[in-house]
């Protein structure tokens, strides 16, 4: 099965920010070109590897990247077990 997702839902639900962490102790990360509106909107451009000299995010960034994967998690459990099934 694929089922393509958008970057935005990809972000939202801070796996970037999961993939990023990871990548960061390779010196690497996943880079996102985004263009805010002025009425907030967000619309992503592009997303590219990159190699980066910096290691890991402040802990703001880290609380709210877990509190956003756990939220993914607790609402996408059942069919997560579900397709692992399968």
Same mark, same amino acid.
């Given at each position: 099965?694929?089922?393509?997702r958008?970057?935005?839902e990809f972000?939202?639900s801070?796996l970037f920010?999961?993939?990023?962490?990871t990548?960061h102790?390779?010196?690497?990360?996943?880079?996102?070109?985004?263009?805010?509106?002025?009425?907030?909107k967000? #619309?992503?451009?592009r997303?590219?590897p990159?190699?980066? @000299?910096?290691?890991g995010f #402040?802990?703001?960034?880290n #609380?709210?990247?877990y509190? @956003?994967?756990? @939220?993914?998690?607790?609402?996408?459990?059942?069919e997560?077990?579900?397709?692992?099934?399968?």
């Amino acid at each position: 099965m694929v089922d393509e997702r958008s970057w935005k839902e990809f972000r939202d639900s801070g796996l970037f920010w999961f993939v990023n962490q990871t990548l960061h102790v390779f010196g690497w990360s996943l880079v996102a070109d985004i263009e805010v509106e002025p009425d907030g909107k967000q #619309t992503i451009h592009r997303v590219y590897p990159a190699r980066v @000299k910096f290691r890991g995010f #402040t802990e703001e960034v880290n #609380t709210e990247g877990y509190k @956003k994967v756990s @939220k993914y998690l607790k609402d996408n459990i059942d069919e997560l077990e579900k397709e692992s099934k399968e």
